[in-house]
């Protein structure tokens, strides 16, 4: 009776936290906080928690029936969220095909020993899948060494290709920051031996063209090479054997202060203080081509030949960038460390800015920071390396390439519609055939019919007598632009009444000029 007490008290707190987010939500605060605070995803998280309760409380009988919920770190889209998609897709696509860029595809699923030992640290979020049968799969992590996997088994030497497909990891879901445990990814990758830094640059005005175009607000494009991270180990006193482990720990600078990041390494990875010390001047670092030339005269970086063919790369990146007109918004940035294992040389991650994301809201510090926790939304770099490690003679297909972050891109784009008064279209219904009187749905049927045969978008309501006032008001809420009325004097005059939802002008169409007035009318929205 005490546990049963226990459950019906939890019920009872986590119903008010449910009941006080859909409030918050419905109320949408002018603040931008309490709308990108909450929502839909995180509402249903609480609500799995409070049927989750309650099934708790119905003894065993309840206990066995399922509890309706997508499985953690995922989420159902609703037509508007996937229209807001649609959308972001075709801008990325577009950009891609912009640049030349052809697409593949490749399994979901991949064996086992391909993808084990890619990616450092982060292996252990991939998910393995039970036996099928002798082979040992695993689900891919990312698109990057399925396509160095495909470059070495058919032999392919130099290729342009983009790629949008769904990847897992078995990551703790942050679902508020659009960080899933199944989500898209959006690749752009360019393979073959060519001169230095020409396809890099070309990655980074991909994405510098991606970002503007989506409008979601003034970001920076981080610049760095693993050449350049290595070489500062080495000569700051790092021994070889923690070069990845302390790369990790300075991959969390976006995360965590230098302070904690300093304890991490001297404290839990045995590095020496002063070592410590010496990463922290260097990481602390920022500037363009400038910074860059200084390096190359810096005493202790002279020491390491990688170090200066990195540096030598990035200048010259730079001046390239210069001429694709990016270097607005491009930094190189020393604390950048990317932590996958095959990248071998430069690195760079695109992040919106504090004042990009929050540019809605003016209210509150708080506000300002949860606005900006959605992270990086962009990244890649160039990974020599990584289709040798697949090739039979360990023959090197040199690449680089960006991913874009759509998730976290669909979180913002999602929040910022929910805050503007934006009406998002869920179909792309050009017009919808009505009738004005009783008895006409065969007419309707033969007219509707005419434009679906001219690829028209069009559709009929699914009743033999609907009120025309009905049938205004679904155009009204669906968005659809136009309305084509049919009524027994249009049919004997040869006409149709053609109806513009938005200002209500109506005007009557010659049936033979119907197709042609509606191309062109719908052709101007």
Same mark, same amino acid.
């Given at each position: 009776?005490?546990?049963?007490?226990?459950?019906?008290?939890?019920?009872?707190?986590?119903?008010?936290?449910?009941?006080?987010?859909?409030?918050?939500?419905?109320?949408?605060?002018?603040?931008?906080?309490?709308?990108?605070?909450?929502?839909?995803?995180?509402?249903?998280?609480?609500?799995?928690? *409070?049927?989750?309760?309650?099934?708790?409380?119905?003894?065993?009988?309840?206990?066995?029936?399922?509890? #309706?919920?997508?499985?953690? $770190?995922?989420?159902?889209?609703?037509?508007?969220?996937?229209?807001?998609?649609?959308?972001?897709?075709?801008?990325?696509?577009?950009?891609?095909?912009?640049?030349?860029?052809?697409?593949? &595809?490749?399994?979901?699923?991949? *064996?086992?020993?391909?993808?084990?030992?890619?990616?450092?640290?982060?292996?252990?979020?991939?998910? &393995?899948?039970?036996?099928?049968?002798?082979? #040992?799969?695993?689900?891919?992590?990312?698109?990057?060494?399925?396509?160095?996997?495909?470059?070495?088994?058919?032999?392919?030497?130099?290729?342009?290709?983009?790629?949008?497909?769904?990847?897992?990891?078995?990551?703790?879901?942050?679902?508020?920051?659009?960080?899933?445990?199944? =989500?898209?990814?959006?690749? =752009? &990758?360019?393979?073959?031996?060519?001169?230095?830094?020409?396809?890099?640059?070309?990655?980074?005005? @991909?994405?510098?063209?991606?970002?503007?175009?989506?409008?979601?607000?003034? =970001?920076? @494009?981080?610049?760095?090479?693993?050449? @350049?991270?290595?070489?500062?180990?080495?000569?700051?006193?790092?021994?070889?054997?923690?070069?990845?482990?302390?790369?990790?720990?300075?991959?969390?600078?976006?995360?965590?202060?230098?302070?904690?990041?300093?304890?991490?390494?001297?404290?839990?990875?045995?590095?020496?203080?002063?070592?410590?010390?010496?990463?922290?001047?260097?990481?602390?670092?920022? $500037? $363009?081509?400038?910074?860059?030339?200084?390096? #190359?005269? &810096?005493?202790?970086?002279?020491?390491?030949?990688?170090?200066?063919?990195?540096?030598?790369?990035?200048?010259?990146?730079?001046?390239? *960038?210069?001429? =694709?007109?990016?270097?607005?918004?491009?930094?190189?940035?020393?604390?950048?460390?990317?932590?996958?294992?095959?990248?071998?040389?430069?690195?760079?991650?695109?992040?919106?800015?504090?004042?990009?994301?929050?540019?809605?809201?003016?209210?509150?510090?708080?506000?300002?920071?949860?606005?900006?926790?959605?992270?990086?939304?962009? $990244?890649?770099?160039?990974?020599?390396?990584?289709?040798?490690?697949?090739?039979?003679?360990?023959?090197?297909?040199?690449?680089?390439?960006?991913?874009?972050?759509?998730?976290?891109?669909?979180?913002?784009?999602?929040?910022?519609?929910?805050?503007?008064?934006?009406?998002?279209?869920?179909?792309?219904?050009?017009?919808?055939?009505?009738?004005?009187?009783?008895?006409?749905?065969?007419?309707?049927?033969?007219?509707?019919?005419?434009?679906?045969?001219?690829?028209?978008?069009?559709?009929?309501?699914?009743?033999?007598?609907?009120?025309?006032?009905?049938?205004?008001?679904?155009?009204?809420?669906?968005?659809?632009?136009?309305?084509?009325?049919?009524?027994?004097?249009?049919?004997?005059?040869?006409?149709?009444?053609?109806?513009?939802?938005?200002?209500?002008?109506?005007?009557?169409?010659?049936?033979?000029? *119907?197709?042609?007035?509606?191309?062109?009318?719908?052709?101007?929205?």
């Amino acid at each position: 009776m005490e546990d049963k007490a226990q459950i019906q008290e939890a019920i009872q707190l986590q119903g008010e936290v449910v009941r006080k987010l859909k409030s918050e939500k419905a109320g949408k605060e002018q603040c931008l906080r309490s709308v990108l605070g909450v929502t839909v995803a995180q509402i249903d998280e609480e609500i799995s928690k *409070l049927l989750e309760l309650k099934a708790q409380l119905g003894g065993d009988d309840v206990k066995q029936q399922s509890v #309706l919920k997508t499985a953690k $770190g995922t989420r159902d889209y609703n037509p508007k969220q996937m229209a807001i998609r649609g959308r972001v897709f075709d801008t990325i696509t577009r950009c891609f095909k912009r640049h030349g860029a052809e697409t593949i &595809d490749t399994p979901v699923f991949e *064996l086992k020993e391909t993808l084990m030992g890619k990616y450092g640290e982060d292996s252990k979020l991939i998910y &393995d899948l039970k036996d099928q049968g002798g082979e #040992l799969l695993s689900l891919r992590y990312d698109l990057t060494v399925p396509f160095a996997r495909y470059l070495a088994m058919n032999k392919i030497t130099n290729i342009k290709r983009y790629h949008i497909a769904k990847v897992y990891r078995r990551d703790n879901p942050a679902m508020t920051r659009g960080r899933y445990r199944e =989500f898209y990814q959006c690749d =752009f &990758d360019i393979a073959g031996q060519y001169d230095a830094m020409i396809p890099d640059a070309e990655c980074l005005k @991909i994405v510098y063209e991606i970002l503007r175009e989506l409008d979601l607000g003034d =970001f920076r @494009i981080k610049v760095n090479d693993r050449r @350049i991270l290595d070489g500062m180990f080495a000569v700051c006193g790092v021994p070889d054997e923690k070069f990845r482990t302390i790369c990790s720990s300075v991959d969390k600078l976006d995360k965590m202060s230098w302070e904690d990041i300093r304890k991490e390494m001297v404290n839990e990875k045995g590095l020496s203080e002063e070592a410590a010390d010496q990463i922290g001047e260097y990481v602390s670092m920022k $500037g $363009g081509k400038d910074l860059a030339e200084r390096l #190359l005269q &810096d005493q202790r970086m002279c020491q390491s030949e990688q170090a200066c063919a990195g540096l030598t790369d990035i200048k010259l990146l730079f001046s390239y *960038l210069q001429l =694709f007109q990016v270097t607005d918004k491009v930094v190189f940035d020393l604390s950048l460390a990317r932590g996958l294992d095959y990248y071998t040389g430069v690195i760079y991650e695109a992040v919106l800015t504090r004042a990009g994301v929050a540019s809605v809201s003016n209210e509150g510090q708080n506000g300002a920071e949860e606005s900006v926790s959605v992270g990086s939304v962009a $990244g890649g770099g160039r990974y020599d390396g990584l289709v040798g490690m697949f090739d039979p003679k360990g023959r090197k297909v040199p690449c680089v390439g960006v991913s874009i972050g759509i998730e976290r891109v669909f979180s913002i784009m999602e929040q910022k519609a929910e805050v503007s008064a934006e009406k998002v279209r869920t179909t792309e219904v050009q017009v919808l055939i009505a009738s004005a009187q009783k008895n006409l749905l065969e007419e309707r049927l033969r007219l509707v019919t005419e434009l679906w045969d001219a690829g028209i978008k069009a559709e009929v309501m699914y009743k033999k007598n609907p009120k025309l006032l009905s049938q205004l008001q679904h155009c009204e809420e669906l968005g659809v632009p136009l309305v084509a009325i049919l009524g027994e004097q249009e049919l004997k005059d040869g006409v149709v009444k053609l109806r513009v939802v938005d200002t209500r002008e109506e005007v009557d169409i010659s049936r033979v000029d *119907l197709i042609a007035e509606i191309r062109r009318r719908t052709s101007q929205a």
